[in-house]
């Protein structure tokens, strides 16, 4: 069983930062797509961002160019730097992982496992 544990939410003003972390478990973490998802209140879970085990990336248009996606396979570890956050950003953000590489990532119903999720809320 593999233990996804994200971390880094927070309250923050619009257009300010933050930085999510997401870990999980095992030793092949390097061969992990490891994707970024968001919740939003009485809203389907939504893609947010992935990379792949050979380092793609790719994000949904609605955080294009404001966040970045970045992994360290020494620390088992995957970031998501949001910057320029607005209030429809809000939401709870999940990490999740799948040694099945898909091809882009962009599913729920790609990734085995998956964290509690942290709260991210942007205030305007």
């Known amino acids: 069983q593999v233990r996804v544990v994200e971390s880094g939410g927070g309250l923050v003003q619009a257009e300010g930062s933050l930085r999510l972390s997401c870990t999980a478990s095992?030793?092949?973490?390097?061969?992990?797509?490891m994707g970024w998802f968001r919740q939003a209140p009485g809203k389907e879970r939504e893609f947010v961002s992935a990379?792949?085990?050979?380092?793609?990336?790719n994000y949904a248009d609605n955080v294009k160019g404001r966040f970045i996606i970045s992994r360290d396979n020494y620390k088992n570890a995957v970031y998501l730097q949001m910057n320029s956050l607005k209030p429809e950003d809000t939401a709870v953000y999940y990490c999740?992982?799948?040694?099945?590489?898909?091809?882009?990532?962009?599913?729920?119903?790609?990734?085995?496992?998956w964290g509690q999720g942290t709260q991210v809320t942007v205030s305007s």
């Open positions: 095992g030793r092949t973490f390097i061969s992990y797509t």
């Open positions: 999740g992982a799948t040694l099945n590489a898909p091809p882009w990532g962009r599913e729920v119903g790609e990734y085995d496992y």
């Open positions: 990379i792949s085990s050979d380092d793609k990336v």
